[in-house]
């Protein structure tokens, strides 16, 4: 009795570079001889754009770019020997670009597929730099028929339909779909009513890595013709996983695999943001961080992803108390640090704040004082903090929440400077969570720290309630208003106060030109202030 036809295929989580070609090519390279050498596979399964690195953006339109582009396809083709890849890329066809993917068996281009559904919508720019593609591209390998797809193509149901048309028996698609809230089971369920239309296995493989203010997770997965998940590789992990596919009385069919589990909501957000914050640093080639640490709770979140991300040597934290700065706050801030075992500094700003009042004496002679003197205390520390990272050359990290930069409770030049934001898009609430879900791990942030009312203690006895509504409250118009876009009436049928609401949305609309000047920071809600906020600045819109 012969054997069951099988058919092997490694699904490539890989954490790619954008730009980098040639080490995109070189990732490849190693993936495909462990596919073939270690895992005895048929085909490798690489992400979408694997050899420019996703989203190249304006990059797309340099010839240089193209060139080394052309040079990594032909590199790899020469060496899938033993084991055929899948390899995404952009294709030049004249003035034309596609997205493009490549079946490469031996050294010969198999079939090559044209993404047909081009996103255009929150992060995504693709019809900017694409065409798209108008046929189903159907591939045999060892007897078996994959139809193949693009991400944005297993959204759609015509591209599988069409696929399915031409004798496909099951699809695989290639992806670079970034992390958001819920983004995974968003993923599944699409994927499963495609599963439903078309009644076949579907493989899906997603990019990993961070990004700029994208994080990729991976969650690469494969679905039976039933609709069930059968295999799930970890979230946040780089690796090749191998799946089979056999033949059976009715069908093509995967073996069943290792399902990771499903991260919640919290857990899945820390795990993205210290990502996105590693590849940052990593990628960029700096030796480290450096960031305030103020006994607060928006600084002391951070300094535990910065920990986490990095390892505690590659982290300096300096405290930079002033005339205003609580004692609770100076120990809670050096306990963290001590726990953490990060370098620590202690640098008042009495003096700096001092000279330059004096320097300024005359010019706000008459004038009572106010935010000015707030904000001239918060620039102070960004001297120092500047000044280490220019010295040391490390990065300066900013520890501002997104409901602060949604009402600009934060000055410019000031606690807003640095070179990347790690909690920029979680709402004050959600810094609360994340520091709940990082002590579930290891107490590393004091409880004092997360059971204190919020101050920047920049004035004697102050408190964020002073100058916001509660952060509950403020939390919640702001979610609706910026990640839902409703309008003032919609959310105050929702029960808040007319008066409150109008407000709130006049200080987001007031600050815009703050947050064009924000560093980049990671994206874990459906909508952040970065690719997908694009807010004039200069506007008569009315609410």
């Not at 070189?26 to 754009?49: F, I, M, N």
């Not at 600009?408 to 979680?426: E, S």
């Amino acid at each position: 009795m012969s054997a069951t036809p099988r058919l092997k295929l490694a699904l490539a989580q890989l954490n790619l570079l954008v730009g980098d070609v040639g080490g995109n090519a070189t990732r490849v390279l190693e993936a495909l001889a462990h596919a073939r050498d270690k895992l005895g596979a048929d085909l490798l399964v690489c992400p979408e754009l694997t050899l420019s690195g996703y989203p190249p953006d304006d990059l797309l339109f340099h010839r240089g770019f193209q060139r080394q582009v052309e040079t990594a396809l032909a590199t790899v083709r020469a060496s899938t020997r033993g084991c055929a890849a899948l390899v995404g890329y952009p294709e030049y066809a004249g003035t034309q670009i596609f997205n493009s993917a490549s079946v490469i068996a031996d050294g010969e281009l198999v079939a090559t597929h044209r993404k047909s559904s081009l996103p255009n919508y929150k992060v995504f720019d693709e019809k900017r730099y694409f065409k798209r593609g108008n046929h189903a591209t159907v591939f045999d390998l060892r007897g078996f028929r994959a139809g193949l797809l693009i991400c944005e193509d297993v959204w759609d149901a015509d591209p599988g339909q069409l696929a399915l048309d031409e004798g496909a028996e099951f699809l695989i698609v290639i992806n670079a779909s970034p992390y958001e809230w819920r983004k995974q089971a968003n993923r599944e369920d699409i994927v499963r009513r495609r599963v439903l239309d078309v009644g076949v296995p579907v493989v899906y493989v997603n990019l990993l890595g961070g990004q700029d203010e994208l994080v990729f997770d991976g969650q690469s997965f494969v679905m039976d013709a039933a609709g069930n998940v059968v295999m799930r590789a970890p979230a946040f992990e780089a690796g090749i996983f191998a799946i089979e596919f056999e033949r059976t009385a009715t069908g093509v069919a995967p073996i069943p695999g290792v399902i990771s589990r499903e991260l919640d909501d919290v857990e899945s957000a820390y795990q993205a943001i210290v990502l996105g914050v590693r590849d940052y640093v990593g990628k960029h080639g700096f030796p480290g961080v450096v960031l305030g640490l103020s006994g607060g709770i928006d600084s002391a979140l951070t300094l535990a992803i910065a920990v986490d991300a990095l390892g505690a040597d590659k982290v300096h934290v300096a405290m930079m108390p002033s005339r205003y700065t609580s004692d609770i706050s100076v120990t809670d801030a050096e306990e963290q640090a001590r726990a953490l075992g990060v370098q620590y500094s202690v640098l008042p700003i009495e003096k700096m704040f001092e000279a330059t009042l004096e320097t300024l004496r005359e010019e706000f002679a008459g004038r009572p004082a106010d935010a000015t003197e707030e904000n001239i205390q918060s620039r102070c520390r960004m001297l120092i903090l500047m000044g280490i990272s220019n010295k040391t050359g490390k990065m300066l990290l900013t520890t501002g929440n997104k409901s602060e930069m949604a009402v600009g409770y934060a000055t410019l030049y000031g606690d807003m400077a640095g070179g990347f934001a790690p909690i920029k898009d979680c709402s004050k609430m959600l810094v609360y969570r994340l520091s709940e879900y990082r002590n579930s791990l290891g107490r590393v942030i004091p409880q004092r720290v997360i059971d204190r009312p919020p101050s920047a203690e920049l004035r004697p006895d102050q408190r964020d309630s002073d100058s916001l509504p509660p952060y509950e409250v403020l939390d919640a118009i702001l979610g609706a208003f910026i990640e839902e876009d409703l309008s003032v009436d919609e959310i105050c049928e929702r029960g808040f106060d007319r008066a409150t609401v109008g407000r709130v949305l006049d200080m987001v609309k007031r600050n815009e030109y703050k947050r064009r000047q924000a560093p980049p920071g990671v994206r874990v809600s459906g909508r952040a202030f970065g690719r997908d906020w694009r807010y004039p600045i200069t506007n008569g819109y009315r609410r």
